[in-house]
């Protein structure tokens, strides 16, 4: 159990990520985005999430270079997003992000979204294809550590049997309302590192009434308690504010635990908050 905000979590291949990230997904580009990002950075956050397609990949990696933090210091992820699949694509998009993002290399570099049957009969090849460009980076040396995102088991499978390096991280939609609890179990038995989007709910569920009951009774607001929640679960969550004060609350979560009865009443509670975004119900362009 993670005991203070600084704790990291150790990858397959011993690299160690920041327990709690900072999330940009849906935050502007511009001036927000790198307000955003340096504020988080000097509030005391190391480990920041972006993708090619948040669109802010360059004002990321301006906040990233105002806060003034050495590299070595900071833990940072984007995403490979689908319109680059393939291995001469793969590698191409990964040198477009790190140039955006004014950095050398990735500490985490992730498919963010599977190709699936609906798209392509093919679709274990073109991931299997698009993954061989993430070894390549990998053992090149420009991305610390290589995973997936929004992968079920059956992508997982499929990639295992086709690839030399396996996923070390899948990043997945996981919140008060939605916990995929196959998957995950699935992902921890394969000692694949679990992430949180959306571990608010997109919003959602911080007005939802059961919630705030339940973070009353620890002292906590709702989003404290979805915070706690995910790394109870076992889970690096990824909240998203772009408020400072709330940046410096959400690492306010070492100090309580969630008894197990609680954490079973969350765990099934209704679904709320779900994105929608269902990997086999992928479309063919984008999102």
């Known amino acids: ?62 906040g990233i270079k105002d806060s003034g933090i050495t590299r070595d210091e900071l833990f940072i992820t ?11 694509k793969t590698i191409s998009a990964c040198e477009d992000s790190l140039k955006k993002l004014g950095i050398d290399y990735l500490d985490l570099y992730l498919i963010h979204w599977p190709c699936v049957s609906k798209i392509s009969d093919n679709w274990e090849e073109i991931n299997a294809d698009t993954w061989r460009g993430f070894e390549k ?36 939609e996981f919140h008060p309302g939605y916990i995929q609890a196959e998957l995950a179990d699935y992902c921890q038995k394969e000692g694949i590192v679990l992430q949180a989007w959306s571990p608010l709910g997109c919003g959602a569920v911080l007005g939802d009434a059961f919630l705030a009951e ?28 772009t408020n400072a004060e709330r940046m410096a609350a959400n690492m306010d979560v070492f ?23 269902y990997p086999e119900e992928a479309p063919a362009d984008a999102f």
């Open 137 to 172: 980076l990998y053992k090149d040396g420009k991305i610390r550590a290589i995973g997936v995102s929004n992968f079920l088991p059956n992508h997982l499978e499929s990639l295992k049997a086709k690839s030399t390096v396996k996923p070390m991280v899948n990043q997945i």
């Open 255 to 277: 100090d309580f635990e969630i008894s197990t009865e609680d954490m079973e009443k969350i765990a099934n509670m209704p679904q709320k908050g779900y994105s929608g975004f």
């Open 78 to 88: 984007t995403k490979h997003w689908i319109s680059n699949r393939g291995y001469e």
């Open 214 to 241: 339940m973070a009353a009774k620890y002292n906590k607001s709702v989003a404290q308690l979805c915070i706690k929640f995910a790394l109870q679960s076992g889970f690096v969550p990824l909240p998203k504010f």
């Open 1 to 62: 159990m993670f005991k203070k905000f600084s704790d990291t979590v150790t990858l397959a291949n011993g690299v160690k990520m920041p327990c709690i990230g900072y999330g940009t997904w849906q935050t502007p580009d511009g001036d927000v985005a790198r307000k955003c990002v340096f504020e988080a950075i000097k509030a005391g956050y190391r480990h920041i999430d972006t993708a090619a397609a948040y669109g802010n990949e360059e004002s990321v990696g301006a």
